[in-house]
Every structure is written in C-alpha cells, then in structure tokens.
C-alpha cells in the first residue's frame, strides 16, 4: 500500500495545528480540500485517524501513522541535508524532557553537539512518568522517562538515577518539624508539588507515614526555579535533586528533614530504532553524558 503524500501532509497538518481551519491556512487549501484529503486516507487504511474534536487529537491509529510521518520527515531532511554536503542546515528535533532533568543536566549534556550539529530542540516538558505517553503519541521522537520497557520500534537506555531529598529551610524545620519529622506534624505541614502528576512528596508521605494524597496542605508550583525559590522561602517542603541544589545545603540555606529516606528515580532514554544520523548522534551523546552525572 502506497501512501499518498498530500493525504499524509493533510493529516499531520491537522493534528499539528488542531484544526481543519488552521491546517488549511498552512496548506494553502480550503477546509474541505483539507478535510477530502484526510477523509480518503482513512477509507485507504480502513480506520479513522482523527477525533474530529477541538482541538483535533489522533485516534490510536492516527498515532501510529503521525509516529510514521514524523520520523519519514526526520530521515527525509537529515537525508538531503547530507546528500547536498550541507550538514550544517538546522533540524529540528521534537524531544520529551521532564523538568527536573531539564532544569539541571540535560542542556549542559547537549549544549556542545546541538551547536556543533546545527540541531534545534523542540522540547516538551512533563513528569517523567508521563513523557512516554509523547513518545507514544507520535508527538516527540525521543523522550526522558521512568518507564523501563520500550514500546514496539523503540529502545530504551538507562541513563542513571536521580537523587531526591526531602529539603526545607531552617526556619520551616523549626516551624514544623522541630522535633524531628513525624506523622502528626506532617498533616500540618505544607507541602509543596510540582503539578498535579508530581507524586514524588505524596508517595514519600504514603510510604514513611501513611498519609493519603488529601491528608495534608498543599502548594501546586509549576516551575523547577520557582519550586526551588518556595522551599527556600519557607513556603513548604518538597522532595530537591541532589544535581539541583548545587551549595544550598552546604551553605545551611536548606536541610535534610529525612536524611536517611533519599529517592532515587530512574530515568530511561527512549528512542526510536531506525533514526535519522543525528537524532542517533544525539542519543549517544546524551546516554553518555546521562551516565556521568546521574546515580
């Protein structure tokens, strides 16, 4: 079966932008034009690829030819650039990255191959236990992830393990947890979370103290700066990487409030088999660099 390449362009135009509106602005066709054409690939392939919704989302089947096409286009551009003698022509590669790496190791481990390749990162951060679901998506053709098991086409490296501790400043230990940190103080204390999939803090209080995720106060603070800048505050306590908190703790602008209760996370690299050159140089220099600085 031959995949016709306006079809193919029809669609990913659409799950790109959202909409038949805008995916025809960019084609330079009508709607309708737009909407014939993704109409006619799924009569071609037997199953309807878009949830015609707002904004427009792939169905099962729409993920795995977005996967296809994204990846085509990746190989394509890497392939004429090379052809032509012109590696030196930007390419942008589309990477799922949870905050935390990005916020510490990530940018330092790439910085010399993304000037050096001439790559551009499209990055999309979330939790590192939601990344793969990018990945899966069609939406990043590599992603940072505690999922260990690659999903079919894929592989998955182990990078390492972070290191998380529980860190709060001297004046919220004395506030809170002046005699040492304990179940009933710690139903009072407030807690700061990254967002609403950040369940590092609620599985440290489930496991050490048995408290439920709505058994305390809470602080939601959507910014690895910012979190930071809130435990230092006094604001709350949070679970800190260790790479992250560079001289705080040594300096005493925060403490351990459980020092013998570190978390350690462990972080898959997740990419695709057949991959463009440089997607796979990429790959290599960030394992390597992965497996330097992390546990």
């Known amino acids: 079966m031959k995949l016709d390449t306006k079809q193919c362009e029809a669609v990913l135009a659409v799950l790109e932008t959202g909409s038949f509106e805008q995916a025809a602005s960019r084609l330079h066709l009508t709607p309708s034009a737009v909407s014939q054409r993704v109409r006619a690939l799924e009569i ?12 427009c989302r792939a169905t099962q089947a729409g993920q795995r ?9 990746l190989l394509e551009q890497d392939f004429q650039a090379e052809l032509a ?4 022509a930007p390419l942008t590669l589309a990477v799922a990255v949870n905050a935390d790496s990005l916020a510490s190791w990530f940018l330092p481990a790439l910085a010399g191959f993304l000037i050096r390749e001439q790559v551009l990162l499209d990055l999309t951060v979330d939790d590192q236990n939601h990344t793969y679901a990018l990945l ?5 053709l590599g992603c940072i992830s505690t999922e260990p098991l690659p999903m ?3 592989v998955a490296e182990p990078l390492g393990a972070m290191r998380y501790r529980c860190m709060a400043s001297p004046g919220y230990r004395a506030r809170w947890f002046a005699h040492g940190m304990h179940r009933s103080a710690a139903r009072l204390a407030p807690v700061l979370t990254f967002d609403r999939k950040d369940a590092l803090q609620a599985d440290f209080l489930l ?3 048995g408290l439920p995720a709505d058994a305390y106060p809470c602080h939601t603070i959507p910014s690895s700066e910012a979190y930071l800048q809130a ?4 604001l709350g306590w949070g679970m800190i990487p260790e790479l992250q908190m560079g001289q705080l703790q040594d300096s005493g602008a925060l403490v351990d409030l459980a020092p013998e209760q570190a978390a350690d996370v462990g972080l898959f690299w997740h990419r695709w088999k057949v991959q463009s050159p440089r997607l796979e140089l990429m790959s290599t220099t960030l394992v390597q660099a992965a ?5």
Not at 136 to 140: N, V
Not at 291 to 295: C, E, I, M, S, T
């Open 44 to 55: 071609q392939l037997g199953s309807p690829l878009l949830v015609r919704s707002r904004p």
């Open 65 to 73: 030819l977005l996967q296809y096409l994204r990846r085509a286009q």
């Open 85 to 88: 003698g012109n590696r030196s």
């Open 136 to 140: 899966e998506a069609g939406l990043a």
């Open 152 to 154: 079919r086409g894929c």
């Open 207 to 209: 496991r050490h103290f």
């Open 231 to 234: 435990v230092c505050l006094g």
């Open 291 to 295: 497996r330097q600085v992390l546990l």
